[in-house]
Every structure is written in structure tokens, then in C-alpha cells.
């Protein structure tokens, strides 16, 4: 067939008999690579040739102007290496050459994996039964399996990959910071080398340019197009198709009024679902580096819509997407009109002098922080703190640490003075979304330009595009005094005033981590419950540091682990804490709902916003939350 196939390409009008006798498959309905191959015809091959060769002249067109309109930017610095990446890495390349016995065991693990690979593509040619179930998700089309080349790239791909980024783990004598970034730099280039990135050695890639005549070639070529030109020559992929998602319309709409507003906040009180709700309300706290609306997303997943089901008086704080005016506020600042004026309000609003609070990522490190400070001047309004995903001890911090070194700071300071005093989102965006670039970037440079798809819409997605800004002041002092020098914790950090000692905090405290949260890990939060002085109940989710938090109980999905009922204090370890722990399946709101119900008073009639001493200011989810990014 392929002899035909040959032949009529090279003389279609002397050899059309022999296209004829090709199966009559369309090749739009192929299913697998050889079907799409065995569907080609003169019609279709002419296609493909002209897109391909249209596609090609394009892309090099695009690249040149996305050169041209990066180096047109005068005011932002060009760098190769932005983070600083390449000497860690190169250091750890010098030591391990250095020791000829640690590089020689390492070039035999190779080798030797290698001859596994071999010895078992045998076994597969000769039709013995081998173990195939693919374990990464990037490979699991049938035909990464089924069609022995491809097979063997991916295997290939795999065991270099891992042989390459576990390289330093053969390395002694180097510091936790060269370590981190040499092993993120590593494993940046082992996925950007991935097989499944590039069209000619991606069978589903090829199998879609041979379904469309080399059209899904063009699409993505356009994708790449229009995402160059929203990035100004900067390639960030599109994740999401936002267009059907209309905040505070489908999205953020659990109802509710707007009871305060201040100069970084807003305060969102919610309808009440039942008829009667616990005295003590509950104040959210969410991160500033994101909107609120993770928190009531959609109908089925809103933590708000449960807590409100549960008979709470929820409030949810809504942070200023901050503009250049906003600079030069500080720790102290976010303190004073975030954590404190908030509390004002939510009292105002119910007579209660009590609040539950919550404080998620880097809305739990202001609350701990600032719970520290109230601990030293006496004030006790808060009568609980849960803390999700948050961290108050920065020594086991997680992969963004990363991002905190010398080189990686002055990339961050040049990017905020070229944005007039605020981080652009878009910096952020890339920082997170390079922690899990398979997932984040990777997979959407194959389906926007390899395979030529729209992303679809995901509301996740669509809450992770909606990224905020970073004022000066108060990003520069997170970085230094928690991801850089860890002062909270050791007991050297001051507020207003003030030097914090977290022990002062008696609150009793409901600490969640997540099993898989590569941005807060579990040790690390284990090691911010230790600090606290009062009674501290920390639990275990299943998935990361947004789905393991985010998991309604009607999903039943993941698992969690809960301490021993006999269990009252934390024990000494983080490894004591999680071998005490016992499984169970579906989310941990129910566990939290228990225990925040014993710290939520009586019953009382349903609180309407509006009935307190706060006038409503206009509806949910309120107008901070529609500010967008857009540089």
C-alpha cells in the first residue's frame, strides 16, 4: 500500500488506478495513526502539503515579530534565564563530574535501564505479554502503545527524563537552595523535551494532521498567533475558553450583599439558607494573590452555599485588585484594613463580639500573623482560626522557594518597576503555572497548537486566569520575611510595633493540608501547628492545594485523614503525626462542620444582610472582584 501511495505522489495522473484501490476510509474518521495513514488520497495529501507549507511560513513570520515586539519594549530587561536557574544547575553539573565514581554509577543506572528497555521491546515483537498500562497521562493514547516506534520513544523519553532529574540526588555537599533550583531547572528541561510537545513525535498530533488535511496545523498556528499577541510577544498558552463564564451571572453567585467597603476591601454578607444560624458568624479570609470566588466557584462545589446549608452567617473578605495607587501598602497595611477593619464590620453587622475566622494560603499567613499581635495587645474577638493550605513556618516551604533567591528577587523588583509598582499578574500567573508545567503549560501548547483545539471551558481554569496584581511593598515583604528568612516563626518578626511570638496564640485553631499541595506542603503546615499555644486539630486531605481544599462532600471524591479521637495534642514529628492518622473516604468538610459547630454558639433567627448596624452597599459578589489584570 505504501508502494501505491508512493507511486501516485510522484505521477498522480499515470497511477490514479492505484489510489483507487486504497480503501474508501474517510480520513476524518480515522481512529488510530495507520488509519489515517491507510485513508490518504492525492486530495488529501495535496492538503496537507499546503497547510504544512502555509503553517510553516506563518510561524516563522510570528516568530520574528514576537523578537521584534519583546526587544521594542525598551523598559523591561531581556533575560535568557529570568530566575537564575542555569548556575545552580551548572554547579551541580561541576560536582557531579568531579566525582568520576558517583558519575560512572550514574551512566550505569542509564545504561542499565536502557537494556531493560531493550530486552523488553524484544519481548514485545516477539508477542509476549509485557505490563503496558501507562503511568503518565501525557502518553495514554492507544496509539503511544500500540505502534512500536512511538512506544519506544516515549519509553525512552521516560527513563532518560528521570535518570536526568534524579542527577542530584547523586550530588553531596550542596545547599538546599542550589538543590531546589537545580532540580527545578532539570525537571523544566525534561518536560520541555518531552516527545509529546513536538508534531513529529506525536502520534496524535500526526494522526490529527492527517484527519484535517494538515488544518489542525493551521488552527494552531493561529492559537499561537493570538496568544502571542495577548501576551506582546510573550508566550503564555491560553488555558481556558472564558467566554461562557460571566462572574456573578454563572459564576460567584450565591446571593448576597456587599455590607462594607474599604480601601482594599470588600465585605460580602450571604443570604442565610435556614431559618435559624449559629450566634458566632464566620469571616473568610481568602489569598490575595487570587479572587475570592474559589470559594463559590459553581452551585454544586460553593463552600459557601454548604457553610450557609449548614446554618452559618458566612462573610467572605473580597481584596482590591491593587493598581499603581496601591504600591507602597504594606504588611501592615493588609493588616490594619483587611484583617482588622473586617472584624469592625462583621461585629457591626451582627452584634457578636466573637468570630470564627478563615484564612486560606496567604490570607492564613496574614491572620496567623496578625492573631500574633492581637495576642500581645489583648484583643480576643477571634474566637476560632481555621487555616487551609496555609503556612506559618517557612522552613519546609514549598516549590516556590524557588522563586526567593537573590537573582529571582531582582527579576521580581525589575518587573514591578517596569509595571509602576505592582507585579503584573501575568509574572505570577507563569511562576504558578511552571510548578506544574505538564499540566499547566505543556499540555496546552499540544492541544492549542500541535492538535489545533480551543481550550474548553473549566471554571477552575477560568478562576485561575482571573490573576491579581501585587502591590511593592507588601509582596516584597512576603518574600523576605517569610520565603527568604522565615521570621514568623522564629519568633524575629514584628507588626506595628510589636515583636510576634505565635506561641501567644491560646485560639483554638483547625488546621487543613493536602496530601499533594506542592505549594504548601504538609510538612511545612505541620511545622506552622506546632508554633501555635493552644489547642491545635490538624487533618490530611487527598489531592492538592486547590481540589484538596474545594471537594464538596456530594462529590465523594478523594479521601482524608483524620487523628485519633485519643489524640489531643501534636505529637513531636511530622511522620509521628501522619502514621497516627486514619483514613477515611470523601471530603473533610464534614469533620471541620463538627467542629466549628461546637465554637458557633446558639441557635438564633437567620441574620438578613442589611438588619445590622452595616447598610448594604449593593449586591454579591461586588465590584473589587470584576477589576481584571489585563497589562
Same mark, same amino acid.
Given at each position: 500500500m505504501a508502494e501505491k501511495i508512493s507511486r501516485a505522489a510522484s505521477d498522480p495522473k499515470g497511477d490514479q488506478a492505484a489510489f483507487e484501490q486504497l480503501p474508501p476510509t474517510d480520513p476524518a474518521t480515522a481512529t488510530t495513526l495507520l488509519e489515517a495513514l491507510q485513508a490518504q488520497n492525492l486530495e488529501s495529501i495535496e492538503s496537507l502539503t499546503r497547510n504544512l507549507g502555509h503553517a510553516l511560513s506563518k510561524v516563522g513570520m510570528l516568530g520574528v515579530q514576537a523578537v521584534d515586539e519583546v526587544m521594542a519594549d525598551d523598559a523591561r530587561p531581556l533575560r535568557a534565564d529570568p530566575y537564575g536557574l542555569a548556575p545552580y544547575a551548572a554547579e551541580v553539573t561541576t560536582r557531579l563530574v568531579g566525582n568520576p565514581e558517583k558519575m560512572l554509577a550514574a551512566h550505569q543506572d542509564l545504561w542499565r535501564g536502557f537494556s531493560d528497555l531493550w530486552t523488553?521491546?524484544?519481548?514485545?515483537?516477539?508477542?509476549?505479554?509485557?505490563?503496558?498500562?501507562?503511568?503518565?497521562? +501525557?502518553?495514554?493514547?492507544?496509539?503511544?502503545?500500540?505502534?512500536?516506534? /512511538?512506544?519506544?520513544?516515549?519509553?525512552?523519553? =521516560? $527513563?532518560?527524563?528521570?535518570? /536526568?532529574? &534524579?542527577?542530584?540526588? $547523586?550530588?553531596?555537599g550542596i545547599d538546599d537552595m542550589t538543590r531546589r533550583k537545580a532540580s527545578f531547572f532539570h525537571k523544566q528541561l525534561a518536560d520541555a523535551f518531552a516527545p509529546s510537545n513536538f508534531l513529529m513525535t506525536n502520534p496524535v498530533a500526526l494522526r490529527e494532521a492527517l484527519r484535517t488535511g494538515g488544518m489542525s496545523i493551521v488552527k494552531g498556528i493561529s492559537n499561537l498567533e493570538q496568544d502571542l499577541k495577548r501576551g506582546h510577544g510573550r508566550l503564555t498558552p491560553n488555558q481556558v475558553d472564558e467566554r461562557p463564564f460571566k462572574i456573578g451571572e454563572n459564576i460567584a453567585i450565591s446571593p448576597g450583599k456587599i455590607i462594607h467597603r474599604g480601601e482594599i476591601i470588600e465585605i460580602i454578607q450571604y443570604n442565610p439558607t435556614t431559618k435559624t444560624v449559629f450566634e458566632i458568624p464566620i469571616l473568610f479570609f481568602p489569598p490575595w494573590i487570587n479572587k475570592f470566588y474559589i470559594l463559590d466557584l459553581r452551585q454544586d462545589n460553593s463552600m459557601v452555599k454548604w457553610l450557609t446549608e449548614q446554618g452559618h452567617s458566612v462573610f467572605v473578605v473580597s481584596w482590591v485588585n491593587p493598581g499603581v495607587e496601591h504600591t507602597e501598602k504594606t504588611f501592615e497595611d493588609y493588616a490594619r484594613l483587611g484583617i482588622f477593619e473586617a472584624l469592625d464590620a462583621v461585629i457591626k453587622a451582627t452584634g457578636q463580639s466573637k468570630i470564627n475566622t478563615v484564612g486560606y494560603c496567604i490570607g492564613g499567613t496574614l491572620l496567623a500573623a496578625t492573631m500574633a499581635f492581637m495576642a500581645k495587645t489583648g484583643d480576643d474577638r477571634i474566637n476560632s482560626a481555621t487555616f487551609f493550605a496555609s503556612q506559618s513556618d517557612f522552613e519546609e516551604a514549598g516549590d516556590l522557594k524557588v522563586f526567593t533567591d537573590d537573582a529571582a528577587i531582582q527579576y521580581i523588583k525589575d518587573e514591578i518597576e517596569h509595571a509602576g509598582g505592582v507585579l503584573d499578574a501575568t509574572v505570577m500567573g507563569e511562576t504558578f503555572n511552571f510548578l506544574r508545567a505538564n499540566d499547566l503549560v505543556w499540555s496546552f501548547v499540544v492541544n492549542n497548537y500541535l492538535m489545533g483545539k480551543d481550550p474548553k471551558p473549566f471554571d477552575l481554569l477560568f478562576w485561575n486566569a482571573d490573576q491579581t496584581r501585587m502591590p511593592k511593598a507588601l509582596h516584597l515583604f512576603y518574600?523576605?520575611?517569610?520565603? !527568604?528568612?522565615? +521570621?514568623?516563626?522564629?519568633?524575629?518578626?514584628? =507588626?506595628?510595633?510589636?515583636?510576634?511570638?505565635?506561641?501567644?496564640?491560646?485560639?483554638?485553631?483547625?488546621?487543613?493540608?493536602?496530601?499533594?499541595?506542592?505549594?504548601?506542603? #504538609? +510538612?511545612?503546615? /505541620? !511545622?506552622?501547628?506546632?508554633?501555635? &499555644?493552644?489547642?491545635? +486539630?490538624? *487533618?490530611?486531605?487527598?489531592?492538592? $492545594?486547590?481540589?484538596?481544599?474545594?471537594?464538596?462532600?456530594?462529590?465523594?471524591?478523594?479521601?482524608?485523614? =483524620?487523628?485519633?479521637?485519643?489524640?489531643?495534642?501534636?505529637?513531636?514529628?511530622?511522620?509521628?503525626?501522619?502514621?497516627?492518622?486514619?483514613? /477515611?473516604?470523601?471530603?473533610?468538610?464534614?469533620? #471541620?462542620?463538627? #467542629?466549628?459547630?461546637?465554637?458557633?454558639?446558639?441557635? *438564633?433567627?437567620? !441574620?438578613?444582610? &442589611?438588619? &445590622?448596624?452595616?447598610a448594604v452597599l449593593g449586591d454579591a459578589p461586588g465590584t473589587y472582584v470584576l477589576v481584571k489584570s489585563a497589562s
Amino acid at each position: 500500500m505504501a508502494e501505491k501511495i508512493s507511486r501516485a505522489a510522484s505521477d498522480p495522473k499515470g497511477d490514479q488506478a492505484a489510489f483507487e484501490q486504497l480503501p474508501p476510509t474517510d480520513p476524518a474518521t480515522a481512529t488510530t495513526l495507520l488509519e489515517a495513514l491507510q485513508a490518504q488520497n492525492l486530495e488529501s495529501i495535496e492538503s496537507l502539503t499546503r497547510n504544512l507549507g502555509h503553517a510553516l511560513s506563518k510561524v516563522g513570520m510570528l516568530g520574528v515579530q514576537a523578537v521584534d515586539e519583546v526587544m521594542a519594549d525598551d523598559a523591561r530587561p531581556l533575560r535568557a534565564d529570568p530566575y537564575g536557574l542555569a548556575p545552580y544547575a551548572a554547579e551541580v553539573t561541576t560536582r557531579l563530574v568531579g566525582n568520576p565514581e558517583k558519575m560512572l554509577a550514574a551512566h550505569q543506572d542509564l545504561w542499565r535501564g536502557f537494556s531493560d528497555l531493550w530486552t523488553e521491546t524484544v519481548k514485545i515483537s516477539l508477542g509476549e505479554e509485557v505490563d503496558q498500562e501507562p503511568k503518565d497521562k +501525557r502518553f495514554v493514547d492507544a496509539d503511544w502503545q500500540t505502534l512500536p516506534m /512511538f512506544n519506544l520513544i516515549q519509553k525512552t523519553y =521516560l $527513563h532518560t527524563a528521570n535518570w /536526568f532529574t &534524579g542527577l542530584i540526588d $547523586h550530588v553531596d555537599g550542596i545547599d538546599d537552595m542550589t538543590r531546589r533550583k537545580a532540580s527545578f531547572f532539570h525537571k523544566q528541561l525534561a518536560d520541555a523535551f518531552a516527545p509529546s510537545n513536538f508534531l513529529m513525535t506525536n502520534p496524535v498530533a500526526l494522526r490529527e494532521a492527517l484527519r484535517t488535511g494538515g488544518m489542525s496545523i493551521v488552527k494552531g498556528i493561529s492559537n499561537l498567533e493570538q496568544d502571542l499577541k495577548r501576551g506582546h510577544g510573550r508566550l503564555t498558552p491560553n488555558q481556558v475558553d472564558e467566554r461562557p463564564f460571566k462572574i456573578g451571572e454563572n459564576i460567584a453567585i450565591s446571593p448576597g450583599k456587599i455590607i462594607h467597603r474599604g480601601e482594599i476591601i470588600e465585605i460580602i454578607q450571604y443570604n442565610p439558607t435556614t431559618k435559624t444560624v449559629f450566634e458566632i458568624p464566620i469571616l473568610f479570609f481568602p489569598p490575595w494573590i487570587n479572587k475570592f470566588y474559589i470559594l463559590d466557584l459553581r452551585q454544586d462545589n460553593s463552600m459557601v452555599k454548604w457553610l450557609t446549608e449548614q446554618g452559618h452567617s458566612v462573610f467572605v473578605v473580597s481584596w482590591v485588585n491593587p493598581g499603581v495607587e496601591h504600591t507602597e501598602k504594606t504588611f501592615e497595611d493588609y493588616a490594619r484594613l483587611g484583617i482588622f477593619e473586617a472584624l469592625d464590620a462583621v461585629i457591626k453587622a451582627t452584634g457578636q463580639s466573637k468570630i470564627n475566622t478563615v484564612g486560606y494560603c496567604i490570607g492564613g499567613t496574614l491572620l496567623a500573623a496578625t492573631m500574633a499581635f492581637m495576642a500581645k495587645t489583648g484583643d480576643d474577638r477571634i474566637n476560632s482560626a481555621t487555616f487551609f493550605a496555609s503556612q506559618s513556618d517557612f522552613e519546609e516551604a514549598g516549590d516556590l522557594k524557588v522563586f526567593t533567591d537573590d537573582a529571582a528577587i531582582q527579576y521580581i523588583k525589575d518587573e514591578i518597576e517596569h509595571a509602576g509598582g505592582v507585579l503584573d499578574a501575568t509574572v505570577m500567573g507563569e511562576t504558578f503555572n511552571f510548578l506544574r508545567a505538564n499540566d499547566l503549560v505543556w499540555s496546552f501548547v499540544v492541544n492549542n497548537y500541535l492538535m489545533g483545539k480551543d481550550p474548553k471551558p473549566f471554571d477552575l481554569l477560568f478562576w485561575n486566569a482571573d490573576q491579581t496584581r501585587m502591590p511593592k511593598a507588601l509582596h516584597l515583604f512576603y518574600l523576605d520575611n517569610f520565603y !527568604r528568612h522565615n +521570621r514568623l516563626s522564629k519568633g524575629e518578626m514584628s =507588626l506595628m510595633g510589636h515583636k510576634l511570638a505565635m506561641k501567644d496564640v491560646t485560639t483554638p485553631v483547625y488546621m487543613q493540608s493536602s496530601k499533594e499541595d506542592h505549594i504548601a506542603p #504538609w +510538612r511545612s503546615i /505541620f !511545622r506552622g501547628a506546632k508554633l501555635f &499555644g493552644g489547642p491545635v +486539630r490538624m *487533618i490530611l486531605a487527598g489531592s492538592g $492545594h486547590i481540589a484538596g481544599v474545594i471537594n464538596h462532600p456530594a462529590a465523594q471524591k478523594y479521601q482524608h485523614w =483524620l487523628p485519633s479521637k485519643s489524640m489531643t495534642d501534636l505529637p513531636a514529628t511530622a511522620d509521628q503525626w501522619q502514621q497516627s492518622l486514619e483514613e /477515611f473516604k470523601g471530603s473533610w468538610w464534614p469533620d #471541620w462542620a463538627i #467542629w466549628l459547630a461546637e465554637r458557633s454558639g446558639n441557635q *438564633i433567627p437567620a !441574620r438578613v444582610p &442589611g438588619d &445590622g448596624e452595616c447598610a448594604v452597599l449593593g449586591d454579591a459578589p461586588g465590584t473589587y472582584v470584576l477589576v481584571k489584570s489585563a497589562s
